[in-house]
């Protein structure tokens, strides 16, 4: 059973998690029942709208097994359709700490095969990767250099590193330049974001052609208790209080 959570009085989350889309364009409507067990009736469910681009609000997720994501069953009838009905689409293994709430950043997109779907767990511990610290991971081809805020260092072929997201006092973003040790000089990346003390995140930098690909995800730490499903029951009471007729 999850633990308590002292300061709320409820108990606390196993897991809480996040979703984006990955090599993905468009809009995916999935759910997911907090506590497990959306094999339940009147399991509560709790819906979601993925867009590319952007990140999922966070989960909280008390089940002790596989994460299940749901999503709406096709129909052709539009009454129906306001109110879905769910079927299983993807389960993954979240990882679990017996002291504190594990998590994790979901990778959502499409498989090998026409109309099959993958997810990727990606582990968002802070214990792990603390505020102010971002993960570089390359899976380039060949070794790189890169400046990021206050940071150099050298970043080799298919190895990862943790550096400090550091800016100088008085500015708001945070410059991340790539650079090649065959290509000179010259940057073969180079963007700037916003930033904030606090900030944490991971970068994965990929090799195409001469060029490098950057995909970055970051994450700004809030309390658990602003996690959609927090404190949720395990199921859903219909109302059942009588109408008043007119």
């Known amino acids: ?44 469910l709790v819906p979601l709208t993925l867009v590319t681009g952007a990140r999922s609000e966070k989960c909280a997720y008390y089940g002790a097994g596989k994460l299940v994501l749901l999503r709406p069953k096709q129909t052709a009838d539009p009454e129906a359709a306001a109110i879905p009905e769910y079927e299983k689409f993807l389960e993954v293994v979240l990882p679990f700490n017996p002291d504190r709430t594990s998590e994790t950043l979901l990778l959502l997109g499409p498989g090998r095969k026409e109309g099959e779907w993958r997810v990727s767990p990606l582990d968002f511990d802070p214990q792990v990767l603390p505020k102010g610290k971002f993960s570089f991971v390359s899976r380039s081809t060949v070794p790189l250099n890169l400046s990021f805020g206050e940071e150099k260092f050298a970043l080799p072929a298919g190895e990862a590193k943790k550096v400090n997201g550091i800016i100088k006092e008085g500015e708001r973003t945070i410059k991340l330049s790539v650079f090649s040790r065959q290509g000179g000089a010259r940057p073969v990346f180079a963007q700037e974001w916003p930033h904030v003390n606090g900030l944490r995140g991971m970068f994965f930098l990929g090799s195409k052609g001469n060029a490098v690909q950057v995909t970055r ?20 009471i219909p109302d059942k209080s009588p109408r008043e007729e007119y």
Do not use: C
């Open 1 to 44: 059973m999850p633990q308590e959570d002292p300061a709320a009085g409820k108990p606390r989350p196993r897991n809480v998690f996040s979703l984006t889309l990955w090599n993905y364009q468009g809009r995916l409507d999935v759910a997911y029942a907090p506590w497990g067990n959306h094999q339940e009736g009147n399991a509560t």
């Open 217 to 236: 995800f970051v994450d700004f730490p809030r309390p658990i208790e602003q996690a959609l499903g927090y404190g949720s029951p395990r199921i859903t």
